[in-house]
């Protein structure tokens, strides 16, 4: 028997840590459906969110501005909590470098979808803001890692210093508003089952049991 492809979609930003630690725990549901046999392949979509519009390019201090937004006090609760949970997934969270507007780091994946290497550079974009302390509002940044996915490095910064792809990001980033999604990370399995935030791999693995049975 063939195996069924399920077509699952992450609503998500480059500079989210749950959405990284979801990515993690989606990746260990997968594993853990190939290990039980299950007839099931899975086509994997990120698509666009931006949890803070006005940071600018050019990028801010990444703990200032939690700072700024959560407290001091709450932050310094807030990073080791993080770095635990991280390091269960294999994260190494580190909250030095900037942070900045993530438009380009969203064109960037969708270029890169286009060419099959978008889940490649998610990672290599996680990556390099939470573990590497680099600015993906930098388009050399954003550029050297689609090279690391075997994107060509030229191309690529000639599509950043274009429009292009921005329109088609800021349209996703509105119709996810407009499906009322306030959070990520955001899944969407088989365009019937919705789950939001960085669920537990047994929650991915309940819908992958159901959808096998189908």
Known sequence: MAARVIPIEIVSDTVCPWCFVGKRRLEKAIAAAKNRNLPLEFKIKFKPFQLDPTLPKEGVSKIKK?????GPERIQQMI???????????????????????????????Y???????????????????????????HEVLADAAARVGLDKEEVLAYLK????????EEQIESAYRRRITGVPHFRINGTYSLGGAQDPEAFLEIFEALAKQ
């Open 80 to 110: 080791p909590h993080m770095q635990v949970v991280g390091a269960a997934e294999g994260i190494k969270f580190s909250y030095d470098g900037l942070i900045a507007n993530t438009v380009d780091s969203h064109r960037v994946l969708e």
């Open 66 to 70: 939690y700072e700024a937004k959560f």
């Open 112 to 138: 890169a979808l286009q060419k099959g290497a978008q889940l490649e550079l998610v990672e290599e974009l996680f990556k390099d803001y939470f573990e590497r302390n680099k600015n993906i509002g930098d």
């Open 162 to 169: 274009t429009d292009q792809g921005k329109h088609e990001v």
